[in-house]
């Protein structure tokens, strides 16, 4: 079930980093406003008559938007009008106005207010929506998550994906929902302050309610106690299957480029963990990596191209150097530590191979990411040049998708595991021969 669940989630994400090509290539064409700093407030009354683009700690769009909108920041609010799409994402999302296109948006915590009228679609990934009584979404809801509480009007389909669903409004026609048992934990996330509390696991339809097509569910159990109004065209529920190929079933040509979807959305989300928890760990060591990719990129890139080959050459020669060291104890009658030489050969050598391949796919793109954002903040919003968590997001986005591309991204992904691998090793190499210096200095002759 959770693999169903991840698996939506990460489409749903998908669809985000579509948006913000599709919002950012738009915004090439026509005139773009680009604003930024710790607050940016569009008064009421006020028209822009351009696509905006905003970068902010606090943003709140009160007047009206003759295009679309791209904002990123802590917290974003449109209580006013966008005559366009918008691409929204912050750690806390207010809705409360009307966009006529399409919402995008990502965040902690996703509040459309009872004032909110999406023309078209909304697609959402994030911690918690809620649609309060009164919000408008003319079209489909499609969300990956972890909850849910809708409250308000969706013309046509709701598709979800998550651990918490309650639904207390009305729906034009299917509900579709993967969900977890109800007797499962919820799951908590600290994103930061004022989150929102999490609600119980499971599916809950209220008896005020109105789903005018079928309500459908995956779910490990049937949750029809929970289900207190009567859908229009009745309740299906399905228990979650397990999915097995077998050897005759091909793969489309449509699963092919789904799963191909699905691994750089896995892909986005394992580097933005891993660079997250180097950036908390491991500052100053990341940031001195990044240094080295900027001032030497070449030199860098061929230290990455020879650690590249070293490194799977010494795993090799550790496991048969172990493996022959076995077979002579072995054949010294020692055969209990050959056995365990054998154990340590094999052991160590995975260990090594892994954690080292998990350096090279995934570490070289978190310091890459922070070089490619830093660069491209410096030339646009000076400001936030030295803020390494806003340049890591900012770069690894770019990254994800020009990496979508077929022939560039294999391209590009190439460069960026040995620029930043070289990079990487260039510390250690940097540290270690500063260690020598030191240590060979003579001491200073006492007064």
Not at 141 to 147: F, I, K
Request: with cysteine.
């Amino acid at each position: 079930m959770l693999n169903r669940i991840t698996g939506k989630w990460l489409y749903i994400l998908m669809f985000l980093l579509i948006g913000v090509l599709v919002l950012s290539s738009a915004g090439t064409a026509f005139a773009t406003d680009i604003r930024s700093g710790e607050s940016v407030i569009v008064a009421q009354g006020e028209v822009i008559d351009d696509d905006l683009v905003v970068f902010a700690e606090t943003i709140m769009i009160n007047g009206t938007i003759n295009g679309d909108l791209v904002a990123f920041g802590t917290t974003v609010s449109v209580n006013g009008t966008v005559n366009g799409s918008a691409m929204l994402a912050g750690q806390t999302i207010r809705v409360n106005g009307e966009i006529n296109g399409t919402v995008y948006s990502g965040g902690a915590e996703i509040i459309l207010g009872p004032n909110a009228l999406i023309e078209r679609n909304v697609m959402i990934g994030g911690y918690s929506l809620q649609a309060q009584p009164g919000s408008v979404i003319a079209r489909d809801l499609t969300m990956g998550g972890m909850q849910a509480v809708l409250a308000g009007k969706i013309g046509r389909d709701v598709q979800f994906a998550g651990q918490a669903l309650e639904l207390n409004g009305q729906v034009g026609r299917n509900v579709l929902a993967e969900i977890a048992d109800p007797d499962q934990t919820p799951f908590v996330m600290n994103l930061g302050p004022n989150m929102p509390a999490a609600i119980a696991s499971g599916l809950r339809v209220g008896r005020e309610a109105q789903i005018n097509g079928q309500l459908s569910y995956f779910s490990g159990v049937d949750q029809s106690n929970e289900i207190l109004a009567t859908p229009g065209g009745g309740v299906v529920f399905q228990a979650q299957p397990v999915e097995v190929m077998t050897a005759v079933e091909q793969p489309s040509v449509t699963n092919a480029m789904y799963e191909w979807l699905l691994r750089r959305i896995r892909d986005f989300i394992t580097v933005l963990v891993i660079g997250l928890a180097g950036l908390w760990l491991a500052r100053p060591w990341m940031m001195q990596a990044v240094s080295h990719a900027r001032t030497k990129p070449l030199a860098m890139t061929g230290w990455g191209f020879l650690m590249l080959c070293a490194g799977y050459a010494l795993a090799f020669v550790v496991f048969v150097g172990l493996l022959l060291f076995g077979f002579l104890l072995g054949a010294s009658t020692l055969g209990g530590l050959a056995a365990a030489s054998a154990a340590l050969g094999v052991t160590g050598s995975a260990l090594f191979v892994t954690l080292f391949t998990a350096v090279a796919l995934w570490g070289t793109k978190v310091i890459v990411s922070l070089l490619v954002g830093k660069l491209l903040l410096e030339r646009f919003a000076k400001q936030y040049a030295e803020n390494p968590i806003i340049a890591f997001l900012l770069g690894l986005t770019l990254f994800e998708i020009v990496a979508f591309v077929p022939v560039l991204g294999w391209i590009v992904t190439i460069v960026t595991v040995l620029l930043g691998l070289g990079a990487i090793w260039y510390v250690f190499y940097d540290r270690r021969r500063t260690q020598s210096v030191g240590m060979s200095r003579p001491a200073p002759m006492p007064a």
